[in-house]
Antibody, heavy 124, light 110 residues
């Protein structure tokens, strides 16, 4: 059974940093693309970042313009863990952050499994 | 403002059919597969199906997807109360080199 367990969400001040983690199980983590999607309170889904599968550190990565230069997606295949390093946080980054597994090694593959999310609140 | 455009709401009575549209452009829907996600109240999103009707096991065939040009649709037949949820379309955008979502459609079963 595929399981995705996010952690690392917290209350942080504007300008602060946070690292989210997503521990995966039930599949060969290294061979699948992985994605972060966020949902602000009462709002719709917003894609954040994706990283391809395959290789020692994973395939190519992509970030939304709204987080480019501030957020970095990475993966630790030996630990079956996906990360999102979030720097220079802004109030508009407040959201529930979901980790999702792709259906193939492509970054662009459909998101076939989702975690339950971890809440990031950026406020002074 | 979302790159993909969906109606904010849709409704139907039990047993009826309803269609949710998703409009995009040549760099996203026009070139790539459209995926649909269902988010039941208070839960994480769930993959429903793709525009080529690939679907996970467990998704009933009452749900179907289609795509034509730069638009896609999700059709739900035999509406049931448990279908009440938010539905999102999504596609990869080659110009943005990223995934884009629609704003979501809240389906109400009257």
């Amino acid at each position: 059974e595929v399981q995705l367990l996010e952690s690392g969400g917290a209350l942080v001040q504007p300008g602060g940093s946070l690292r989210l983690s997503c521990v995966a199980s039930g599949f060969t983590f290294s061979t699948y693309g992985m994605t972060w999607v966020r949902q602000a309170p009462g709002k719709g889904l917003e894609w954040v970042s994706s990283i391809g599968g395959g290789g020692v550190s994973g395939g190519s990565s992509h970030h939304a313009d709204s987080v480019k230069g501030r957020f970095t997606i990475s993966r630790g295949n030996s630990k079956n863990t996906l990360y999102l390093q979030m720097n220079s946080l802004r109030t508009e980054d407040t959201a529930l952050y979901y980790c999702a597994k792709g259906s193939s090694d492509w970054s662009r593959a459909s998101l076939e499994y989702w975690g339950q999310g971890t809440l990031v609140t950026v406020s002074s | 403002q979302s790159v993909l455009t969906q109606p904010p709401s849709a409704s139907g009575t039990p047993g009826q059919s309803v269609t949710i549209s998703c409009s995009g452009g040549s760099s996203n829907i026009g070139r790539n597969t459209v995926n649909w996600y269902q988010q039941l109240p208070g839960t994480a999103p769930k993959f429903l199906l793709s525009s080529n009707n690939q679907r996970p096991s467990g998704v009933p065939d009452r749900f179907s997807g289609s795509k034509s040009g730069t638009s896609a649709s999700l059709a739900i037949s035999g509406l049931q109360s448990e279908d009440e949820a938010d539905y999102y379309c999504a596609a990869w955008d080659d110009s943005l080199s990223g995934r884009v979502f629609g704003g979501g459609t809240k389906l109400t079963v009257l």
